[in-house]
């Protein structure tokens, strides 16, 4: 029997922490970084790149057909953490200005994809960009790992990770007893520190916990992957072996906040 999936590719995080995060930076050689208003990783093998018509990027493409750059994208914890940043990804490639008329139609494309409100500022006060995609890298705790464009291209993001932030705020603010709970799952000598939720897939829960020196990232597996709230929510109850998760009735009419009544 194959072994069981217990997390997601590093297509998938990748793919998933460009998804959700907005902190992006545009690097070019002999310039300051640039802070893109827009980023939206394309299945095509392109990010699309919306920033300040008066930067030094948009201002250095007027004059070449193409500058090598690097897109560094910064997924931070939506919670207090004493270290916020859970990943940083970074994209490399050729940058590309497209015409007046090519960036009016691929705003339009973005848009069908990515309703985002800074598309409006195209042609205004921004200036859209596209990085033709050669290499990429994601770092996080558990160390930093290059991704194959094909697989990354083929790579969808995480069913959740529009929502995230909301539950994990949730979690953490609402559900100190259910933190606890799986805290107890943790190995000994894991238990001592503040144990604050860090992320959550369809494939599992990630802990942090926040020692007097150091800080430490767990996954807590689901039993099988997830697609929707409610089987988020049986996943949760299994995790710490609620009662309810044969069908009892709690006498919370929500159970852990996801939906589930």
């Known amino acids: 029997m194959p072994a069981a999936t217990t997390g997601p590719s590093t297509a998938e995080r990748l793919r998933s ?15 300051a ?10 299945s095509r093998g392109d990010v699309v790149i919306a920033v300040p018509n008066e930067s030094s990027a948009a201002i ?9 750059a690097v897109l560094e994208v910064t997924d931070n914890s ?6 916020p940043v859970r990943s940083l990804v970074w994209l490399f490639g050729d940058l590309h200005a497209p015409c007046e008329a090519h960036a009016r139609s691929l705003a339009d494309e973005v848009a069908s994809e990515f309703p985002h409100p800074g598309l409006l500022d195209v042609g205004h006060h921004a200036t859209l960009l596209q990085l033709r995609l050669e290499s990429a890298v994601v770092a996080d ?13 083929a790579a969808r993001p995480d069913p959740f990770c529009g929502t995230e932030s909301a539950w994990l705020q949730h979690l ?11 805290s107890r799952k943790l190995p000994p000598h894991m238990r001592q520190g503040r144990v604050r939720p860090l992320g959550i897939d369809r494939y599992g829960l990630r802990l942090r916990v926040e020692g007097d020196y150091s800080d430490r990232d767990i996954r807590m597996p689901f039993a099988t992957p997830v697609d929707d709230a409610a089987g988020l929510s049986m996943a949760i109850r299994l995790l710490v ?10 006498r919370s009419r929500t159970v852990f906040g996801f939906g589930a009544r």
Request: glycine share 6%; with cysteine.
């Open 17 to 31: 922490s460009c998804a959700r995060t907005e902190n992006a930076a545009l690097a070019v050689e002999g310039s």
């Open 33 to 42: 970084p640039i802070v893109t208003s827009i980023h939206h990783l394309r």
């Open 60 to 68: 250095l493409l007027r004059l070449a057909r193409a500058v090598p």
């Open 78 to 83: 939506p919670l207090a953490l004493r270290e």
């Open 141 to 153: 705790s558990s160390g930093a790992e290059p991704v194959d464009l094909e697989e990354l291209l």
């Open 172 to 182: 953490d603010e609402d559900h100190r007893d259910l933190i606890e709970l799986l």
């Open 241 to 250: 072996g609620c009662p309810f998760v044969n069908g009892l009735r709690a």
